[in-house]
């Protein structure tokens, strides 16, 4: 049995046991003559110390990335907690994203954010974060500067972990010469909606692809949906709870046969 390494600088044999026990203890002896993808080990690994077998065997059996190829023959398990998964998912939004905001006549860089106020506040703040968007949305002056807008939502753990960092990249469409006006508008009235820490700012967009696919971390080290062993048991828990479901992916002054169905 081998692990599909990434070349982070592990030591093999370390590899090599961890996989085996780890195979064996997920997969019986069949998981001794299959090969891994070396995230789907560390992640299978983290559910199975947090007692969540049944995830572990399936992320352990889903197709691993080939020579930057999906594995379109065998079946994906789909779960968040998936490094592979979760980034075809994020190609998939990014895409989306591209497309949505290609017709925009003035587009600009986005960037909304609304801490959580504690580490278990999750679910609530994310709600919380597009329940006063479309607040905002609504005002007369909001809707006539920036009449179509997608963001997409990202919630990691703050540092230190005390609470979440909920946030939203995208791009809007606002025209250059009332820009400045409206930027200081609605950083006002999103700080009046959602208090401390609240941030509504455009910047000038250079690459739109760019833009998107840093909205969803594509192709990076860093993944746009935190994984089980890149965070505590507890706050594992609360993204699982509060992101089961919930889309994230939010567009505004789009026909709704454009709509993005996708979360
Ligand atoms: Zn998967």
């Known amino acids: 049995m081998t692990c599909h390494s990434r070349q982070r600088g592990y030591d093999d044999r370390k590899i090599a046991t961890s996989v ?13 003559a299959l090969e891994f993808d070396e995230r789907h080990v560390e992640v299978a690994t983290a559910l199975v110390l947090r ?14 990335i080939e020579g ?45 954010a609304a801490p959580s106020r504690s580490s278990s506040d999750l679910k609530l703040s994310v709600s919380e974060l597009k329940l006063k968007l479309v607040t905002l949305r609504r005002r007369a002056w909001f809707a006539s500067a920036c009449p179509r807008g997608v963001i997409a939502v990202e919630c990691p753990p703050t ?39 609240a941030v509504f700012g455009l910047e000038t967009l250079r690459n739109e692809s760019g833009l998107a696919q840093y909205s969803f971390k594509v ?41 993005p169905r996708c979360s």
Request: proline share 5%.
């Open 20 to 32: 085996d026990s780890i195979a064996h203890l997920i997969l019986g002896k069949r998981g001794l």
């Open 219 to 259: 192709g990076g080290e860093k993944s746009w949906s935190p994984m089980p062993d890149t965070v505590t048991a507890a706050q594992w828990d609360e993204l699982d709870h509060a992101l089961r479901g919930a889309r994230l992916l939010i567009a505004w002054g789009t026909k709704r046969s454009q709509n």
């Open 68 to 112: 930057g190829q999906y594995d379109m023959a065998r079946k994906p398990c789909r779960l968040r907690a998936c490094p592979t998964c979760s980034e075809r998912r994020a190609w998939r939004l990014a895409g989306k994203l591209e497309q949505l905001a290609s017709g925009y006549t003035h587009p600009v860089v986005l960037l909304v």
């Open 159 to 197: 540092n230190g972990g005390y609470r979440w960092n909920v946030h939203a990249h995208g791009i809007c469409d606002v025209a250059p010469d009332i820009r400045e006006e409206f930027a200081a508008r609605a950083q006002a009235d999103w700080s009046e909606l959602r208090g401390a820490g």
């Open 51 to 64: 007692g969540e077998h049944v995830r572990a065997r399936r992320v352990l059996l889903c197709p691993p």
